[in-house]
């Protein structure tokens, strides 16, 4: 009798563990509360329903949307896997085919060969166009970040980065280094307490870019209130409205009423100490 070769002997192990385990979890279903066995059957992956049969063209399109869908390149190969019965030739073909219909047709965007795979990418001549969309973009985030970490600084100033986010609740690290650069603020100091961080003010630069001769410029808290409470009804602000609109004679009327019956009230109480009885 030939001995085993220890790769044989390896493959019998793998195959025996795999039956011991898929043993052992059966024996564990068995165990489970069945709210359990729900939840678990909830959790699991759905399995993708292929198509029984593709058809080459059906094929392109399920190749031109892996390519759309990817965040990376696509070997041959790794198309394949996804589109069973084809062979490496026929993707191929398909990759080959959609370059052309892109190109006959003016698209602006293209397939690209990148580190050994395929990916679909927008054409160099019109980089221009999407990189200032995405200047725009992060110009707004810039901008907007900015300003509310200058405006915490100009009313709270020396006042050091951890303080800053505990107010902004966001990191702001980078927006100060930014600031700095620009010469919007500048490191004042250090606080006196356990690490002595850094403390933020504003500079020269800030009061000539926002018009101001001094800090005290600065519009009051008061008075930023008072602009928002006036740009926004008050009703609107809170959220509720009257219930009962009591026309104006009506309050005067009632108001009245209250008066007559407060001095009628008095002049009882007057009668009873003045005779000891009720009139």
Same mark, same amino acid.
């Given at each position: 009798m030939n001995p085993k070769s220890p790769a044989a002997k390896e493959r019998e192990k793998e195959v025996k563990i795999k039956a011991l385990r898929k043993e052992l979890e059966a024996q564990l279903e068995e165990q489970l509360p069945p709210e359990m066995l729900e939840e678990r059957k909830k959790s699991e992956t759905p399995a993708v329903e292929e198509a029984r049969e593709v058809t080459p063209e059906m094929g392109r399109q399920i190749a031109e949307a892996l390519l759309i869908a990817s965040s990376k390149p696509l070997t041959v190969q790794e198309?394949? %896997? !996804?589109?069973? *019965?084809?062979? @490496?030739?026929?993707?191929?073909?398909?990759?080959?085919?959609? %370059?052309?219909?892109? $190109?006959?047709? *003016?698209?602006?965007?293209?397939i690209l060969e990148i580190a050994g795979g395929y990916q679909i990418a927008t054409k160099k001549e019109f980089a221009p166009w999407i990189l200032k969309m995405e200047l725009q973009k992060k110009q707004r985030q810039a901008t907007q970040s900015a300003l509310e970490t200058l405006a915490?600084? @100009?009313? %709270?100033?020396?006042?050091?980065r951890a303080e800053i986010e505990e107010l902004r609740g966001v990191d702001v690290s980078g927006v100060l280094s930014t600031l700095t650069e620009k010469g919007f603020i500048r490191i004042s100091g250090k606080k006196e307490i356990p690490g002595r961080p850094f403390l933020y003010s504003t500079t020269e630069k800030f009061l000539e870019h926002f018009g101001l001769n001094t800090l005290t410029d600065l519009p009051s808290l008061e008075e930023i209130r008072t602009v928002v409470e006036? @740009?926004?009804? %008050? #009703?609107?602000?809170? *959220?509720?409205?009257?219930?009962?609109?009591?026309?104006?004679?009506?309050?005067?009327?009632?108001? *009245?009423?209250?008066?007559? @019956? $407060? $001095? #009628? !009230?008095t002049e009882d109480e007057i009668s009873i100490h003045e005779s000891g009885s009720v009139a």
């Open positions: 198309i394949r %896997k !996804s589109i069973k *019965g084809f062979s @490496a030739k026929e993707v191929t073909v398909w990759i080959e085919d959609l %370059k052309t219909h892109y $190109a006959q047709n *003016g698209r602006s965007f293209e915490i600084l @100009a009313y %709270k100033q020396p006042i050091t006036n @740009a926004v009804k %008050k #009703e609107e602000l809170l *959220g509720t409205t009257k219930i009962v609109d009591i026309p104006q004679e009506s309050e005067n009327q009632s108001a *009245g009423e209250a008066t007559e @019956a $407060a $001095a #009628e !009230s």
